[in-house]
């Protein structure tokens, strides 16, 4: 198996290759003596399998675990709704990293890992064997009460996995009749994106002004105070959808109904519950780690998230698996870019590990850098955008902003929905390719 | 003599905070700033393009950018995540790693862009663009 995995490899890259990859080593037909496996084909995993392929050579074979034969973008899935960006062009296959980096894909789901004997079993009943598991799965939903089946939820989508819910949540809002009434609920922090919720409530109450200008849209947010890039959906909420946009702090949703083909989003009101009635509904429930996590074992912060070794993402509580991206607890921001970033460190470090080299030695201490930039649009042709460094704090053990990079655009501009397009663009290709 | 001296004195201290820090090291350390810029002839979208600088070059611009002041813009807060030793260590990796550039000048990524999408098939399958405006 991995005679002929090499041997695959090599002819795809002595062939084909057109580009050296960069930072990296060109793969020889050597047989593999580490055995990497990935689970998960987002941002988080598809940068750590390119990466530790990359940077493991070639006495590193990986694999990349993903049932989905596409991983659609959330980046950029708020546009999405107001059909500003095309569905398909989100979507991203994982030819590239096989192509290019000799990434092996399984198009398979995991269901059971064992890290001491360091198996990971598959739903299809096969088995992979790994020296190290890198888990990336992303998140999950706490259930909703009054939204119990399949056919229920699909008719209150969260969209907050991008995906077939994307497009039934831009169908709802195409199909509501002028002058009816959106509800957008954002859960309590931390969840995946934090401009997201606000961005899409933009896109929506920007959307009904063009085209449903009698409609309105409720924003119900679990957190007393908006979490992301204050200034700009400040003014966006109270001048540019002024009368439009209604924004509610501490209203937790707790359950929903059902009246007719009106949805109810009930809001905890100490003792009591207040209703909010609308036509389309678009409830993003609590945010936890993906299912694979807990049923793993891993998700020992809080119940909710996987707690990790800065330092390597390895795990907390099980030895020679790894977590990323918007699983894990460390307290990073739960969004793409960052976790691209995570998925470097975390490759380098199980790279090294893999060679018995240390990973706390102070050159590389000082190259924990993690970069997370991030462009929200506003409107229709406009956008804003966040910037945060983190870095490993040596004094802490965990890694900290840097609050001088701390920073969000003075201003939404036409400039910044372009520099959005070319900045996604290059997150995509870094991923993906 | 004695400015001379110290021009020694802190080349060699740079020379020695380099020397710590093993490839390894700063490849990882420069690997993060692939999320928005390109350092191949291949790679798509992003920024200003890592290529056919040396590391003085993206050094200074690194450095300029952190001291920028005015309107606030995002490679400005980006530099000021990295001292002085990050960014010779980020700059001299480019330097010695990234490729040559696309055309035969490099800092206006919009040329570069648009003369590289011409000739180079897409690498991620599709560029990311909106829609026209309706």
């Given amino acids: ?433 | 003599m004695q400015k001379m001296g110290k021009s020694v004195a802190l080349a060699l201290c740079a020379w020695s905070a380099l020397a710590l820090a093993a490839p390894e090291d700063d490849r990882l350390l420069a690997s993060q700033c692939l999320g928005c810029h390109a350092a191949d002839r291949t790679g798509r979208g992003g920024f200003d393009r890592l290529t056919g600088e040396t590391a003085a070059e993206i050094a200074e611009e690194m450095i300029e950018m952190r001291a920028k002041s005015g309107a606030k813009n995002i490679m400005h807060l980006q530099a000021r995540g990295y001292d002085d030793d990050q960014i010779q260590r980020i700059a001299q990796w480019f330097a010695v790693n990234a490729g040559s550039p696309v055309s035969g000048r490099s800092g206006d990524d919009d040329e570069d862009e648009s003369e590289h999408r011409a000739k180079a098939k897409s690498a991620s399958g599709r560029r990311v663009s909106p829609t026209t405006r309706r």
Wanted: proline share 6%.
């Fill in chain 1, 1 to 433: 198996m991995s005679m002929n995995f090499n041997r695959r490899t090599f002819l795809k890259a002595a062939s084909g290759a057109t580009a050296l990859p960069l930072l990296g080593h060109v793969r020889h037909a050597r047989a593999a003596t580490s055995r990497v496996v990935v689970v998960g084909g987002g941002f988080a995993g598809a940068t750590a399998a390119k990466y530790v392929a990359q940077w493991g050579g070639p006495g590193v074979s990986v694999s990349l675990v993903e049932p989905d034969a596409t991983h659609v973008s959330c980046i950029l899935s708020n546009l999405v709704l107001n059909d500003r960006v095309k569905y398909a062009a989100l979507g991203f296959n994982h030819s590239m990293l096989h192509q290019r980096y000799g990434v092996e894909l399984v198009r398979d789901r995991a269901v059971a890992a064992d890290p001491v004997a360091g198996k990971l079993d598959l739903a299809s009943g096969s088995t992979l064997a790994f020296d190290r598991l890198i888990v990336a799965p992303g998140i999950g939903f706490d259930p909703v009460p009054g939204l119990g089946t399949p056919a229920l939820q699909a008719m209150v989508p969260h969209a907050w996995i991008a995906g077939s819910q994307t497009l039934t949540l831009r169908d709802q809002l195409m199909k509501m009749a002028n002058g009816t009434t959106v509800i957008l609920t954002i859960p309590k922090a931390p969840y995946r994106c934090p401009p997201g919720p606000y961005e899409r409530a933009c896109v929506i109450a920007d959307y009904l002004k063009r085209k449903k200008p009698r409609s309105k849209i409720v924003v119900l947010d679990a957190n007393p105070v908006i979490q992301a890039e204050p200034s700009a959906f400040l003014n966006a909420f109270n001048v540019l959808y002024a009368g439009r946009l209604e924004y509610v702090p501490n209203a937790e949703v707790v359950r929903v109904s059902f009246e007719g083909s009106r949805r109810v989003a009930w809001v905890r009101n100490g003792a009591s519950e207040i209703a909010y009635r609308c036509d389309v509904l678009n409830h993003i429930p609590r945010n936890t780690a993906a299912p694979l996590v807990h049923h793993l074992g891993l998700a020992n912060v809080g119940g909710r998230w996987a707690g990790v070794d800065p330092l390597s993402f390895e795990s907390a509580v099980a030895p020679n698996i790894h977590v990323i991206g918007d699983a894990q607890g460390t307290g990073l921001p739960k969004a793409g870019h960052i976790a691209n970033c995570e998925a470097k460190v975390c490759a380098d470090a199980v790279v090294r590990m893999l060679n018995g080299w240390p990973i706390d030695e102070p050159a590389r201490l000082s190259s924990l850098v993690l970069n997370s930039a991030c462009y929200s649009p506003i409107t229709y042709t406009t956008a804003s955008w966040l910037n945060a460094v983190f870095a490993y704090d040596a004094g802490s053990g965990l890694m900290k902003r840097v609050d001088a990079s701390f920073g969000e655009a003075e201003r939404h501009s036409t400039k910044n929905f372009e520099q959005m397009f070319k900045w996604a663009e290059r997150l995509f290709d870094d991923t993906f390719a």
